[in-house]
């Protein structure tokens, strides 16, 4: 037999799910029988698939050890390499509740068809958990936008977190460098749909996109600008953007491909100078989280630099 204690990183889940979790490769029909034959109890009594787990409760498996190993699987072991762990060391910012990175450009958030490191590979080789909780990212943002990346610290803050997110209690600020000379805060709204085939935000569709923003520092001919989301739709800022004439320097899907030539000559850049400033979460109107980073070096060098095309 083996015993597993319930703490505040697998409460409030099913006792069906949490041995789901806990035995990747085993087969949800055995989990209903085990639990109806007592093979799987909680503080040694007779359980309910369905029963949520309490803190402090005592789960008893009657599997032997060779069993629950073949159900528990290999683990991928993922190599990190040193600067792509620097994200966490020292955080952005941390609290009991949260640790928020600082996503550099050219890191994934998320892994996909390539063989790329992500912020998730990142973040399950180093906070590993004895319980069956996984951290990872709560927020997602494009390989070439850096920026906040939000990572709960246990299930219960990871569930409420995708709820208030799911019921817009959330402000995201970002900043990006465009060209053209803003002098007046201003809101765009755009009808919007996604062209998954090319990846891109095409302003003709069914849905509605909105945002704010407001200069913070211009030079004339560019304009560091701070933008708020009111929705917070894949590419919106991007395109939005650049249908009111102020592309982002340095978009390759939505900019001006000789303005970028030009930054890419003498920067060295080849990605959009869009960074997620800040993002603050909300519980019952009090602030959850407040989290901000500091924006990359390149929006400063070339904001002071001198601009000639």
Do not use: C, W
């Not at 200069?215 to 708020?228: A, F, M, Q, S, Y």
């Amino acid at each position: 037999m083996t015993e597993y204690l319930i703490d505040s990183n697998s409460l409030g889940q099913r006792l069906d799910r949490y041995i789901k979790k806990l035995l990747p490769k085993i087969d949800p029909t055995l989990i209903q029988k085990s639990i109806r034959k007592k093979n799987i109890t909680i503080n040694n009594k007779k359980a309910k698939p369905n029963q949520i787990l309490q803190d402090q409760d005592k789960i008893q498996i009657y599997f032997s050890n060779e069993t629950i190993e073949k159900f528990k699987g290999k683990q991928k072991k993922i190599s990190i390499p040193e600067d792509k762990q620097r994200i966490l060391k020292p955080p952005a910012y941390e609290d009991d509740n949260f640790i928020v990175i600082n996503k550099p450009v050219g890191l994934l958030t998320q892994p996909d068809s390539s063989d790329d490191i992500s912020v998730s590979d990142i973040i399950s080789n180093s906070l590993k958990s004895n319980s069956t909780f996984s951290p990872a990212p709560l927020n997602r943002l494009d390989r070439n936008t850096s920026g906040i990346i939000i990572i709960p610290k246990n299930y219960y803050i990871q569930k409420l977190a995708a709820k208030l997110i799911k019921e817009h209690q959330t402000k995201k600020t970002y900043l990006t460098l465009i060209i053209g000379d803003i002098k007046e805060p201003g809101k765009l709204v755009n009808s919007y749909r996604k062209d998954v085939k090319d990846n891109k935000a095409i302003l003709n569709g069914d849905l509605q996109v909105e945002l704010k923003y407001k200069p913070i520092k211009r030079n004339g001919k560019l304009t560091l600008l701070e933008v708020d989301l009111i929705t917070g739709k894949s590419h919106q800022i991007r395109a939005q953007l650049s249908e009111a004439g102020f592309p982002i320097i340095g978009d390759p899907k939505y900019g001006n491909n000789k303005i970028n030539n030009y930054f890419k000559k003498k920067y060295n850049l080849s990605n959009q100078l869009l960074h997620a400033a800040n993002y603050i979460l909300y519980n019952d109107n009090k602030e959850l989280l407040n989290a901000s980073a500091e924006v990359p070096i390149q929006f400063k060098k070339i904001l002071e630099g001198e601009f000639n095309n």
